[in-house]
């Protein structure tokens, strides 16, 4: 298993089935966003690309074996790739599969994973056409098993179909990467709102979003936000 | 009374201290003092970065889709009574919340109540959100810790630990985790597990008006507080769990505080189940309110008690040991209730199992005494040896008169390590722990920075907020309260 889980896969082009880049983002310098500051030691100019850990090859390993040779039997085409890395197997899978997969995963003795433990969702600039991330996290009780489906949406067209009909407690976690992120969960139930407040404009975990971006408001001043005062970056 | 003959101290004293506009702190723009002509113009300056609003998103008054909604804008009371009259049926709509102190933090539930049945129920979460996922992204791993902490306040200690477990498993440094760091990582929880068991049964007492029962409740969780606070410095939101080990050793009379606790939460806690247990007022109170079976937990995501309270033993510590808890000797609580009395019973017993827990961490801390309480690792480690002095914690002499004195390496790495503390590869683990009130669990991101990219915390308290529905529908309003105190969501982890 060492050798398709490297420790840290920097600068390796991974081998892609399709789909999905593993570019997670580039970094500058010594302290990751030296772009434009005073230092002089020359490492402000250097350039890094940063990869996801590359997909895996079977055999994974256990039990890993086992889920990925039934999800292939059940859905031949839908994985489109498989990543182990620290003892976690992750399955990309294309969105529009999702629906009928998950309900495959809750039903199927052999899979059983009965509970959506939690979305999250990730935002990746840098992959053009694949910038939003959506992350399952899913535990079989029966078998004592966890599984991740990571499943991504264009920022053009940021619509994934919502797992609810087969995991009800997903309805919370959609709403907040629908919050978070502006991802459309299609077929959610009440797709609102849930952290934020309900007129709020913007989704505050994307990338492109500044942290503290926002004036703190008093009655007769304002505070300027974060970013804006004294010249300080967050 | 008037402000010429009566000027009030509060408002004569700040006018003393106001200088010219320059000895403003920037932290207050002065641009905004009325009547004044800012020097940038707004428009000038934000015209790519801020949001407009396109007002035709929004709904308004009259549009015809959409179901009803419910704006915590208020009205004029005769309004609200004249809205009432015209409607034909006797359904009422209740606002409880969001400051309704009965409520576990800032909560809002907003009911449909015909009579005093109620008819819906819908949980309005996100007063407390404070971005603490976003601004981790900001901060350095280590960091991290004491910023997660502040997620659930009352259980602050699995927080930390789902995030350093997290973070070890990233750098692929969980067995490497030293014996000591993590029996004190055990301690710790343990500990906190106490305390926010004790709050959930005080303050589940205290909204039934048993207010004999909180007082005891929280005197025992002072012991525990000041037990946590002899060890790391602080009652709450600790900071103690560190990616790689802990932040610091016990001090040298830890281990007889910690029999000491031991001895008080042994005598004093049978107590609180002693006179509430068999209290027919309690029992009155909670049997067969609040009721979620096995089908109902497993759709909803409800772990922890909730989940145990159905008979269905999972906990995590248990099934996917974590920090060495399958060398510990304990028991999985079950009821099979189902309702909140079986979850009150389920957390008294929790917490005696935790003090035979903390009795094994004695006999462990014991036998390993001296040992290292953080990674043998250098670039993950503290940036230096701590001593407390007479002032205080603070840098051994030894680690001062090496920085000082003799190693120059020392000394650039020290400086490195505080200023941009350690890589960590990339990837994404999800870890679990058992947290008080369930599964917590940490998704975690790192592009092999010095920061994380992206932290995402499954709090318990989010899933068993949309559990309210489904325990209360169709209940009576007095036991709505009985059931959301006895899933103890603490709304700092539901909102984060």
């Known amino acids: 298993m060492s050798e398709s889980t490297p420790s840290t896969a920097r600068g390796v082009v991974p081998a892609r089935d399709e789909g999905i880049p593993g570019v997670v983002g580039t970094r500058s310098g010594l302290f990751g966003d030296d772009h434009g500051s005073a230092e002089v030691s020359g490492f402000g100019v250097i350039d890094e690309v940063v990869y996801a850990p590359p997909a895996s090859a079977p055999p994974y390993g256990g039990w890993f074996d086992l889920v990925a040779r039934r999800l292939r039997q059940l859905f031949p085409s839908a994985v489109t790739q498989v990543v182990v890395y620290r003892g976690e197997i992750t399955f990309y899978v294309e969105r529009r599969a999702l629906p009928d997969l998950v309900r495959e995963l809750r039903d199927d003795d052999t899979l059983r994973f009965e509970a959506l433990m939690s979305v999250s969702g990730v935002h990746y600039p840098a992959q053009t056409g694949h910038e939003f991330h959506v992350v399952y996290d899913l535990l079989s009780m029966t078998h004592n098993r966890r599984i991740r489906l990571e499943t991504t949406c264009p920022a053009a067209d940021p619509h994934v179909p919502s797992v609810t009909p087969t995991y009800p407690m997903a309805n919370y976690d959609e709403r907040e990467v629908w919050d978070m992120f502006g991802v459309i969960f299609d077929g959610h139930p009440g797709l609102t709102r849930i952290l934020m407040p309900d007129d709020w404009v913007g989704h505050p975990q994307r990338k492109d979003y500044p942290l503290g971006g926002i004036p703190v408001e008093f009655k007769g001043a304002v505070v300027p936000p974060v970013d804006e005062r004294g010249g300080r970056r967050p | 009374?008037?402000?010429?003959?009566?000027?009030?101290?509060?408002?004569?004293?700040?006018?003393?201290?106001?200088?010219?506009?320059?000895?403003?702190?920037?932290?207050?723009?002065?641009?905004?003092?009325?009547?004044?002509?800012?020097?940038?113009?707004?428009?000038?300056?934000?015209?790519?970065?801020?949001?407009?609003?396109?007002?035709?998103?929004?709904?308004?008054?009259?549009?015809?889709?959409?179901?009803?909604?419910?704006?915590?804008?208020?009205?004029?009371?005769?309004?609200?009574?004249?809205?009432?009259?015209?409607?034909?049926?006797?359904v009422i709509v209740v606002n409880m919340g969001p400051t309704h102190p009965s409520t576990h933090g800032v909560m809002r539930l907003v009911l449909e109540m015909d009579g005093e049945t109620v008819l819906s129920l819908r949980p309005g979460i996100g007063y407390l959100h404070t971005g603490i996922e976003k601004q981790m992204e900001y901060r350095t791993w280590v960091q991290g810790s004491p910023l997660i902490s502040r997620c659930n306040y009352v259980a602050s200690t699995a927080n930390e630990a789902v995030y350093c477990l997290a973070v070890d498993k990233l750098l692929g440094i969980t067995d490497d985790i030293p014996e000591r760091a993590n029996v004190?990582?055990?301690?710790?929880?343990?500990?906190?597990?106490?305390?926010?068991?004790?709050?959930?049964?005080?303050?589940?007492?205290?909204?039934?008006?048993?207010?004999?029962?909180?007082?005891?409740?929280?005197?025992?969780?002072?012991?525990?507080?000041?037990?946590?606070?002899?060890?790391?410095?602080?009652?709450?939101?600790?900071?103690?769990?560190?990616?790689?080990?802990?932040?610091?050793?016990?001090?040298?009379d830890g281990l007889d505080r910690l029999r000491e606790l031991v001895r008080l939460l042994e005598s004093n806690l049978p107590a609180i189940a002693e006179f509430t247990l068999e209290q027919p007022i309690i029992k009155l109170r909670m049997e067969h309110v609040g009721t979620l079976d096995l089908a109902q937990c497993?759709?909803?995501?409800?772990?922890?008690?909730?989940?145990?309270?159905t008979g269905y033993g999972w906990d995590l510590r248990k099934m996917q040991p974590y920090c060495g808890y399958d060398t510990y000797d304990f028991d999985v609580c079950i009821d099979t209730g189902m309702d909140s009395f079986a979850r009150w019973k389920i957390r008294l017993a929790e917490m005696d199992e935790s003090v035979k827990i903390l009795k094994q961490c004695i006999e462990k801390l014991e036998r390993t005494i001296g040992q290292p309480f953080v990674i043998d690792d250098p670039r993950i480690g503290p940036a230096a040896t701590m001593t407390v002095g007479a002032d205080g914690q603070g840098a051994s002499n030894e680690h001062v008169k090496l920085l000082m004195g003799q190693s120059m390496e020392a000394l650039i790495r020290h400086f490195k390590k505080v200023t941009a503390g350690f890589t960590v590869p990339p990837g994404q683990v999800y870890t679990a722990v058992e947290a008080p009130g369930g599964e917590?669990?940490?998704?975690?991101?790192?592009?092999?920075?010095?920061?994380?990219?992206?932290v995402h915390l499954r709090d318990p308290g989010f899933h068993h907020a949309q559990t309210m529905p489904m325990m209360c529908e169709g209940g009576m309003l007095s036991d709505v309260i009985v059931a959301l105190g006895s899933i103890d969501p603490v709304m700092g982890g539901v909102d984060r």
């Open chain 2, 298 to 309: 497993m759709a909803l995501g409800a772990t922890g008690p909730t989940l145990r309270a």
């Open chain 2, 440 to 454: 917590i669990g940490c998704h975690l991101v790192s592009d092999g920075g010095l920061k994380p990219y992206r």
């Open chain 2, 1 to 90: 009374m008037t402000q010429d003959t009566d000027p009030t101290p509060l408002d004569e004293e700040p006018r003393d201290d106001v200088g010219t506009p320059e000895d403003a702190p920037d932290m207050i723009a002065p641009d905004a003092a009325p009547g004044e002509e800012p020097e940038e113009s707004p428009d000038e300056a934000d015209t790519d970065d801020v949001f407009v609003p396109d007002p035709s998103v929004f709904a308004e008054d009259g549009d015809p889709d959409g179901a009803t909604s419910y704006l915590a804008s208020g009205a004029d009371w005769d309004d609200i009574v004249a809205e009432q009259a015209e409607r034909t049926d006797s």
């Open chain 2, 184 to 252: 004190l990582r055990v301690m710790a929880m343990e500990v906190n597990r106490i305390a926010s068991h004790l709050i959930a049964i005080g303050s589940g007492a205290l909204e039934l008006g048993a207010t004999s029962v909180t007082m005891v409740c929280l005197q025992e969780r002072e012991h525990c507080l000041e037990f946590t606070d002899s060890y790391c410095g602080l009652r709450m939101n600790h900071g103690y769990i560190r990616p790689g080990g802990v932040a610091s050793d016990l001090p040298s």
